[in-house]
């Protein structure tokens, strides 16, 4: 058991607590195998439960983040391409290519050993679940041991075969091979199949294919639509029942539409740090919360357009950028996520949910984008656990 009293604000994510962020103030949560046991005012924590609570001096208490786009399974770094894109090289789908000779690589243990790391980072940073793709294996047997890898990280893993066709294969034998062969043993490691629908990757026609047989396998759906270039992708998505239309980065009315009228079935997930680091124009986020669109934020951490696995960067990007108020963006950032990975029982602190939660040295979750850049994750509960960070306040 672990109880924290003394919460300045506590975000709950619980609209019976009032409006979207549920806050409240002056709190105490306790948490108890695993879940939220308890949630009220600070003056009755001692009365519900049976440890020393942990003061944390008037600090901001939010549910952990929910990180629901990483590529984190690779070999190698795209360092170089970086520069050359800095120095006005644009960037475009076949950099995926050099990330999949340095996974073919790899081994075993370096594949594992490096989603350890950029998992690790990424829960020091406030994330309490990561969804982790495959996708930079492109071969039967490297796509089945990058799902491997992830899921020592998390059960939320998704089969991205369908990222780029990989230089030994005609476009048409390899989406028949995605389809068949390469689904059939990656769907026992995988939750969801996702497709990369863009210039240089899949078109509209081959994502249905794909997308299709994924849900015929009993795999959940997602899909990259519109990074790069207008399209189709994100009314495929919709239509064939995605959970996440993921970019968005390029999009008319009829998207925001369509997206609007799936009522919260498919979302739409805003990548910012990949805009930030290709150097394109960032979605505005308005548009979509306007047209009541529900909005998850996520990292999109790779070593090719988005080497971050930091939330609070994204948030901070969402605010100044994108056109979201610092309240949507803790929401999408964690809620959000939570809908994109069609879960209830994260993103949320309401009794019975998972105990995931970060305390911040901060005095509101505003700071998040109000002190853009500062470390303010002063400690990460995870399932219970505080699992990252220091308890420097008072007893
Ligand atoms: O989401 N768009 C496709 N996949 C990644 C980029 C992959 C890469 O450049 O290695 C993305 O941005
Ligand atoms: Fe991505």
Not at 125 to 135: M, N
Request: hydrophobic letters at 40%.
């Amino acid at each position: 058991m672990l109880a924290l009293s003394g919460i300045g604000q506590l975000v709950t994510n619980d609209e019976i607590h009032g409006g979207r962020l549920g806050v409240l103030n002056e709190a105490a949560i306790v948490f108890d195998k695993g879940l939220v046991a308890w949630i009220g005012e600070s003056k009755d924590v001692a009365k519900n439960c049976d440890v020393a609570p942990i003061n944390v001096d008037g600090r901001a208490v939010i549910p952990g983040f929910v990180d629901s786009h990483t590529h984190l399974v690779f070999g190698g770094d795209r360092v170089h391409e970086f520069e050359a894109r800095m120095a006005g090289k644009p960037y475009e789908s076949g950099g995926i290519l050099t990330t999949v000779a340095g996974t073919r690589a790899a081994s075993d243990g370096q594949l594992v050993g490096n989603v350890e790391r950029l998992a690790s980072e990424s829960l020091r940073s406030g994330t309490t679940t990561l969804e982790v793709k495959s996708g930079y294996g492109l071969s039967v047997a490297d796509e089945v041991r990058s799902l491997v890898a992830a899921r020592t990280v998390t059960s939320e893993t998704t089969f991205l075969g369908a990222h780029v066709v990989p230089p030994e294969s005609s476009a048409d034998e390899y989406v028949a091979k995605v389809c068949t062969e390469m689904l059939a043993a990656c769907a026992p490691h995988a939750k969801w199949i996702d497709v990369f629908c863009d210039r240089g990757a899949f078109d509209l026609d081959q994502a249905r294919q794909i997308l299709s047989a994924g849900k015929g396998a009993g795999l959940g759906l997602r899909i990259h639509a519109n990074q790069l270039q207008h399209g189709g992708a994100i009314r495929l998505g919709v239509e064939i029942g995605a959970a996440s239309c993921d970019h968005c980065s390029h999009v008319d009315d009829a998207d925001i539409d369509a997206l609007a009228g799936a009522n919260d079935r498919t979302v739409a997930t805003l990548l910012p740090v990949a805009e930030m680091c290709t150097r394109s124009n960032l979605p505005n986020a308005r548009n979509f919360l306007d047209a009541g669109v529900t909005v998850a934020i996520a990292t999109d951490c790779n070593p090719g357009s988005s080497y971050t696995t930091s939330m609070p960067l994204v948030i901070s990007l969402a605010v100044a950028n994108m056109g979201m108020t610092p309240d949507e963006a803790t929401w999408s950032a964690t809620a959000g996520g939570a809908a994109a990975l069609r879960r209830d029982d994260i993103g949320v602190l309401r009794v019975g949910a998972r105990a995931d939660a970060v305390v911040l040295d901060a005095p509101s979750h505003s700071y998040l984008s109000y002190r853009p850049g500062m470390q303010q994750i002063q400690a990460v509960v995870r399932q219970g656990v505080v699992v990252s960070g220091s308890w420097s306040m008072s007893r």
